[in-house]
């Protein structure tokens, strides 16, 4: 494993975690989950299985204004999962 390929998973993960900790409430706007998930997007590596996850989740964001807290707390947790995979 590359030690770019090393950082990547964990500026991945520092990031989810981030978006993570800010979580307040049951819903969350909209706009933060499209900028998290292009945050990501842009760490995460072209072939990838979280890439893929990621362009599913852009393409499938429940709500007009606010998405289910349930709902993105679950993307976040499976991108970081499967980071971890893509990088084993």
Sequence with gaps: MSTQTVQKESQVKETAGA?????????????????G????????????VARSLIVTGLEEIPGKNLV????????LETVVESSSKDCS
């Excluded at 978006?19 to 900028?35: Q, T």
């Excluded at 998930?37 to 990838?48: G, V, W």
């Excluded at 289910?68 to 993307?75: A, K, M, T, V």
């Design 68 to 75: 289910p807290l349930d709902w993105w707390q679950g993307l």
């Design 37 to 48: 998930l292009l945050d990501l997007y842009n760490l995460t590596a072209e072939s990838s």
């Design 19 to 35: 978006l993570l900790a800010s979580l307040d409430g049951s819903n969350v706007g909209r706009g933060k989950v499209i900028d």
